[in-house]
């Protein structure tokens, strides 16, 4: 069964740090642009950063320009989204998905995703 696994999400204090993992299960993510999405209570899904399969297009929301970093290791089958100065308002359930890459320059938070994993919770509170 393809799947994604995410990991490294908690309770952290406003203005600190929390670096969150994306692995698959199944295959190889070398060939697929990788998206990060939350979603926080109430409200819709928010499309947070994405990274293309060669990882020379990276985009981000504008609500976590500066503060956030997406980065990809095709090596070790992981992408990572790099989180610092966390605001309250970052506090939602974390998905990464993966989207089979049709130009290995492009993505885009808008594309269809063809796999997603089942999120990590971030807590941003004092």
């Known amino acids: 069964q393809l799947q994604l696994v995410e990991s490294g999400g908690g309770l952290v204090q406003p203005g600190g740090s929390l670096r969150l993992s994306c692995a698959p299960s199944?295959?190889?993510?070398?060939?697929?642009?990788i998206g990060w999405f939350r979603q926080a209570p109430g409200k819709e899904r928010e499309g947070v950063s994405c990274i293309s399969s060669s990882g020379g297009m990276i985009n981000y929301a504008n609500s976590v320009k500066g503060r956030f970093t997406i980065s990809r290791d095709n090596a070790q089958n992981t992408v990572y989204l790099q989180m610092n100065s966390l605001k309250p308002e970052d506090t939602a359930i974390y998905y990464c998905a993966a989207v089979h890459a049709s130009s290995r320059s492009y993505c885009s938070v808008w594309s269809t995703y063809d796999y997603w994993g089942q999120g990590t919770q971030v807590t941003v509170s004092s």
């Open positions: 199944g295959f190889t993510l070398d060939s697929y642009a």
